[in-house]
């Protein structure tokens, strides 16, 4: 039996399962260098690109290791980015949490409505104790978004990751539940 996936509402948006419908939507900003540059994936050169990654989408949640939101603006339905969890660790409640966003809509406070939204649902669904973010050095908006939602900065990993020919350092931050007020 396939678990519904959950639709989750904001003020401005609907988070919900991309499909291969949403293809040439993604393919826009994913093969968008500076949207991809701090998020460990070269740019996509093809469509096909992006339906892999649509593909690892539905492969995390189905195997309960992630879930990933396609971030859609409620006036068009176009997907415009994407936030949610990987690598979930239920025996430690515990995840990490990762996002991007079409760069036309940088600076609209899309990604904290769909970040603060996705926490909140991390935290009521999946009884998380602890959100990570794994943020490169370099992307400063990134680091000001999650700082912005109560995250707190733990430290610096070095070589933590090697991605697209590197190997990158990552600032460890960090929510627990204690950190928030829920309603």
Not at 77 to 96: D, P, Q
Not at 122 to 142: C, D, K, V
Not at 150 to 175: A, N, P, Q, V, W
Request: glycine share 8%.
């Amino acid at each position: 039996m396939e678990k519904e996936f959950p639709i989750i509402e904001t003020a401005r948006l609907i988070l919900r399962a991309v499909t291969s419908e949403d293809a040439d939507d993604m393919f826009h900003y994913l093969s968008d260098y500076d949207v991809v540059k701090h998020i460990g994936l070269a740019p996509c050169k093809t469509v096909k690109d992006v339906l892999d990654e649509i593909n690892w989408y539905q492969s995390i949640y189905e195997d309960g290791t992630g879930i990933r939101w396609g971030i859609t603006l409620k006036n068009s339905g176009k997907v415009i980015g994407s936030c949610g969890f990987l690598n979930m660790a239920s025996k430690h409640f515990r995840t990490e949490v990762g996002f991007e966003l079409s760069k036309e809509f940088w600076g609209n406070g899309i990604a904290g409505e769909a970040l603060e939204a996705v926490v909140k649902y991390g935290y009521h669904h999946f009884q998380l104790e602890r959100i990570e973010a794994l943020i490169e050095p370099a992307n400063l908006p990134s680091q000001k978004l999650v700082e912005k939602q109560r995250f707190k900065r733990e430290g610096l990993l070095r070589h933590y990751e090697y991605t697209c020919g590197k190997f990158d350092d990552l600032y460890m931050y960090s929510i627990i539940k204690e950190d928030l007020k829920f309603s």
